[in-house]
């Protein structure tokens, strides 16, 4: 069954992509949901196995899966919490196979925390920061660092975190009181002057 949309091309809804997915088998829709997700989901992963290479793998194992699962997908509801859990399942098992991590986590922080402001204080004061986050995020287990990436970094409530996680709203809460307090160690630690902030992160 053809899809008829006069939307062009890059502007179909999900819905109407997971359609076309499923009707017809259309590779273009999957590369076109692959492209809308793709940067925030690998940054999200990224966020949480701090490694590149696993991050790419978490990211494409997760557009496969999407694949797979199309049919069962409910159009009329969000895609983008599907694509999360499936994210963080998906980091947490690899994390599990895999050996300490070794790499600097510097690279991280810049993709996560990147900008178009150019000025040299504001580089400056976010390469200060960038580096308390790593800190952070490298004494944190996966289970913190995915509620901090999703709550920080993407905007979600803790509702909607719970959601993506399937797991109780206190459990998130508390996870991110702890992730929070670390931060805020570490804030301290760094003598930052003025109030801590972070991007709207103030405690």
């Known amino acids: ?3 008829a949309d006069d939307q062009p091309q890059s ?3 999900d819905a109407v992509l997971l359609e076309a997915i499923t009707a017809n088998n259309d590779m273009l829709a999957l590369q076109q949901l692959f ?3 793709r ?5 999200t992963a990224l966020g949480i196995t701090r490694d590149q290479q696993l991050a790419e793998e ?20 969000p895609l983008a919490p599907w ?17 300490p991590w070794y790499e600097p986590f510097h690279q991280l922080a810049e993709r996560l925390k990147a900008s178009s402001r150019s000025a040299p204080d504001v580089v400056a004061e976010r390469r200060e920061m960038q580096d308390v986050v790593r800190q952070t995020l490298e004494r944190l287990s996966p289970q ?6 999703l709550h920080y970094f993407h905007d979600y409530s803790l509702t909607e975190i719970a959601e993506i996680l399937e797991c109780p709203e206190g459990t998130i809460k ?22 801590p902030l972070i991007d709207g992160i103030s405690f």
């Open 144 to 149: 913190h660092r995915a509620v901090l990436v």
């Open 58 to 77: 978490v990211l494409q194992d997760c557009f496969y899966r999407l694949y797979r699962h199309a049919k069962k997908l409910d159009g009329s509801m």
């Open 35 to 37: 492209d809308r997700y």
């Open 11 to 13: 502007e179909r809804s």
């Open 174 to 195: 508390s996870r991110l009181f702890y992730a929070r307090k670390i931060l805020k160690e570490q804030l301290h630690q760094a003598v930052i002057e003025g109030e």
């Open 83 to 99: 694509l999360y859990r499936v994210t963080v399942n998906l980091c947490y098992s690899r994390i599990k196979r895999q050996r």
């Open 1 to 3: 069954m053809a899809i």
């Open 39 to 43: 940067q925030q989901l690998f940054q």
